[in-house]
């Protein structure tokens, strides 16, 4: 149920609410022992067991938040969660196991006691580690780093800023993006399709078939390969660094609430900035929105992808149409 509302929007949460329901069925636990077993129970009840629960659930709780920022690819969220929840089940059950061995005097209680002891202060100094990294890497703390915004103009030379039209000659001012030819290795400024020196095409080409029915990004990886962000399998598709949004970008430069991909009945995507502090850029280009084409370069703050349009080999209901599963109604 957490994990679908708006408001588990930062990695922390997930340590919160797996410990909340982890103690709600710690409490559920103490009334059934304790009716059964009378107040003996309570010192390893309610020194150990309290706790315990508490952070056996943070590796569930810290899985919840690390499928919100994959992509949505397959099984792959899922495959997260079910492990996340796999080892929180293992750690309980060792407990268990630990505390039945001393009842049973398999193992000398002050021994089982020095196992359980170690055992939970090891899981708490590693959930402390990974709840600190996360709070000071929040996404409501940090602010957006703001991008270096002046450029000169690539027809008269008077710099201006990136992103808007010179202020002496009225042409737009994409900016430099780092990229270099391949063939010849000249930097190139944004915008540009083909080297201005020796005229290889910069577009970006996949190099092997990715098998995926829906639009999609992809990031580019080093050595040319290219992994899927992100499948665009609906038709309103939010992006920024917030845990609430659907595309998530673990970015400095990428705003809370950043852009949207919204499904165009001409069959295709539609990219619009929600007023984000470095922009959104295809092809080199600030825009406000633009519809997307195969091969289309986006850039979210620093956050490069390219957009895969649906391949022509994949059956559409109609020209025009959503693919399979963008329903074209409001999704809650």
């Known amino acids: ?10 990695p922390v949460d997930g340590v919160v609410y797996g410990a909340t329901a982890a103690l709600g069925f710690a409490a559920a636990e103490n ?32 899985a919840l938040s690390r499928a919100k920022m994959l992509p949505n690819v397959g099984s792959l969220r899922a495959r997260t969660i079910a492990r996340g929840w796999m080892l929180a089940a293992l750690l309980h059950a060792l407990f268990d196991a630990l505390l039945s061995a001393g009842q049973h005097r398999l193992l000398p209680n002050v021994v089982v006691m020095g196992i359980v002891a170690g055992l939970m202060l090891a899981i708490f100094v590693y959930v402390e580690i990974r709840t600190v990294r996360h709070v000071v890497r929040s996404p409501h703390r940090q602010g ?16 201006g800023t990136v992103g808007h039209a010179c202020p002496a000659c009225g042409v737009g001012i994409p900016e430099a993006d780092g990229r270099h030819c391949p063939a010849c290795g000249r930097p190139q400024r944004g915008g540009v399709t083909i080297c201005l020196e020796c005229g290889a095409s910069l ?17 580019r990886l080093p050595d040319g390969r290219e992994e899927i962000a992100f499948v665009l399998d609906r038709p309103v598709v939010t992006v920024g660094k917030t845990l609430d949004n659907h595309f998530v970008i673990d970015d400095p430069t990428v705003s809370k609430h950043h852009a949207k991909f919204v499904w165009h009945p001409s069959g295709g995507f539609v990219v619009v900035d929600l007023g984000s502090t470095n ?19 986006i850039r979210f703050g620093r956050a490069r992808f390219i957009y895969r349009a649906l391949e022509r080999s994949v059956p559409l209901a109609e020209e025009g149409s959503p693919p399979s599963r963008l329903d074209p109604r409001p999704t809650p």
């Open 1 to 10: 149920y957490a994990y679908r509302r708006p408001e588990f929007d930062e």
């Open 31 to 62: 009334v059934l022992y304790l009716s059964r077993f009378g107040s003996e129970i309570f010192i390893v009840r309610g020194i150990l067991s309290n706790p315990g629960h508490a952070l056996f659930a943070a590796f569930w709780g810290l």
């Open 144 to 159: 957006t780093m703001v991008l270096a915004g002046l450029a000169p103009c690539p027809n008269c030379g008077r710099v």
């Open 203 to 219: 577009s970006p080409q996949p190099s092997t078939p990715l098998r995926v029915r829906e639009p999609h990004l992809v990031r």
């Open 279 to 297: 922009g959104t850029y295809v092809n080199g280009q600030r825009v406000r929105e633009n519809l997307l084409r195969n091969g289309f370069e």
